[in-house]
């Protein structure tokens, strides 16, 4: 059997792991060896007597930076192997997609640096080669929850984490589409009965509506996913 899948997180809170990632599916995949996590502490890697990891910034300014030197004794000693790939968790990387979680999945594991304070010192992350990534357009209080929605994120596309049922979810994504609205019983709630169609047992029509609901919410709510749907159509409008 090959290795399981793995992450190996550099942060300053290793006790916040595996948190979420041990309950439910992640959870059980993790308690079954279908992957593994091991949480190392950077300041493991401090050689002052205050164990100290971060400074101010040069040139000024508020707040702190993680220092280079301790981040990249913490890289060099959490003996990942060469083919995992390097991530900082930033607001300033690339937005986390999909296709990326995919690849991330489909490989070994990953090494994750959960950046703190105002920032990482520029050399570690260029000396160390990572590649930064973002979960969203808003500042979290450091990488650790952004760290952990990657990992759930590649756990639950692990063969054997998910029944058959739920990863249909992910295929929707995949086709630059959200997801079509989804009822169940009772047939009534507070007046608002379940959309007729769903009930008639008419699976053509049934799968026209889906698409159809699935299209005009694309539509409103992510613009810039339905443009990326559209792809490198020719513009009837300009001659
Ligand atoms: N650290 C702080 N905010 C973040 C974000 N939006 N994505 C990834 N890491 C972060």
């Not at 002052?48 to 990249?72: C, I, N, Y």
């Amino acid at each position: 059997m090959t290795a399981p899948w793995r992450a190996t997180v550099l942060t300053l809170f290793p006790e916040m792991f595996p948190g979420p990632l041990g309950i439910s599916l992640a959870g059980k995949a993790l308690a079954s060896g279908l992957w593994a996590v091991e949480a190392r502490d950077i300041r493991a890697s401090a050689t002052d007597k205050h164990r100290s990891v971060d400074d101010t910034p040069a040139g000024g300014g508020p707040g702190m930076v993680l220092r280079a030197d301790v981040l990249a004794a913490a890289i060099d000693t959490a003996d990942a192997p060469r083919a995992f790939p390097r991530l900082l968790m930033s607001p300033r990387g690339r937005p986390l997609t999909q296709s990326r979680v995919r690849e991330l999945a489909t490989g070994p594991g990953a090494l994750i640096v959960c950046g703190r304070f105002e920032g990482v010192d520029q050399r570690v992350i260029e000396a160390r080669q990572l590649e930064e990534v973002s979960i969203g357009d808003y500042v979290l209080s450091g990488g650790e929850i952004a760290a952990m929605a990657l990992i759930d994120a590649c756990v639950r596309l692990l063969p054997g984490v998910m029944g058959k049922a739920e990863s249909g979810s992910e295929e929707s994504f995949s086709e630059s589409l959200l997801e079509y609205p989804q009822y169940t019983r009772p047939q009534a709630f507070e007046g608002r009965p379940i959309p007729e169609i769903l009930t008639s047992g008419d699976h053509a029509k049934v799968a026209a509506w889906r698409k159809a609901e699935a299209e005009a919410l694309t539509r409103s709510r992510r613009p810039d996913l339905w443009t990326k749907r559209q792809g490198p159509r020719k513009n009837t409008t300009d001659g």
